[in-house]
């Protein structure tokens, strides 16, 4: 499955796939001003910003299953941790996303913030 796709069908699973066009080419120029970076394992896509130093917010997209999905948080972890990131931020409305991580054996903090949750890792 292509990159775009993985991102089309999260989106539409969540509900917003009439945005995933635009946010596709918004996403694009992200990419080609070094905005945004982005990470793919298996069918997981995680894209991130700098959200001040030694700081990224990260949002994911995904058509894997637990267990892959379980791989690609393992690695876009140690992704972060190699490179001197020391805190991880999102938001989710999927708690059972926050508890997979934590499976994983990540530092995951949860907070609820509206309909959702703050999602917060301090990377050791």
């Not at 991102?7 to 918004?26: P, S, T, V, W, Y």
């Not at 793919?40 to 001040?52: A, D, M, Q």
């Not at 994911?60 to 931020?89: C, H, M, Q, W």
Request: aromatic share 8%; proline share 2%; net charge neutral.
């Amino acid at each position: 499955m292509k990159t775009q796709d993985i991102i089309r069908q999260d989106m539409q699973q969540h509900g917003i796939g009439n945005m995933a066009e635009k946010f596709l080419q918004g996403l694009a120029v992200g990419l080609q001003k070094k905005e945004l970076g982005i990470l793919r394992e298996s069918e997981t896509v995680v894209i991130f910003k700098s959200s001040g130093d030694h700081a990224l917010e990260f949002h994911v997209y995904t058509a894997d299953s637990p267990i892959a999905l379980t791989r690609a948080f393992k690695k876009f972890y140690a992704y972060a941790k190699n490179g001197g990131v020391e805190f991880l931020e999102s938001k989710t409305d999927n708690i059972n996303i926050v508890k997979l991580a934590q499976s994983a054996g990540i530092p995951v903090k949860a907070y609820k913030l509206g309909s959702g949750y703050q999602v917060e890792i301090e990377v050791q």
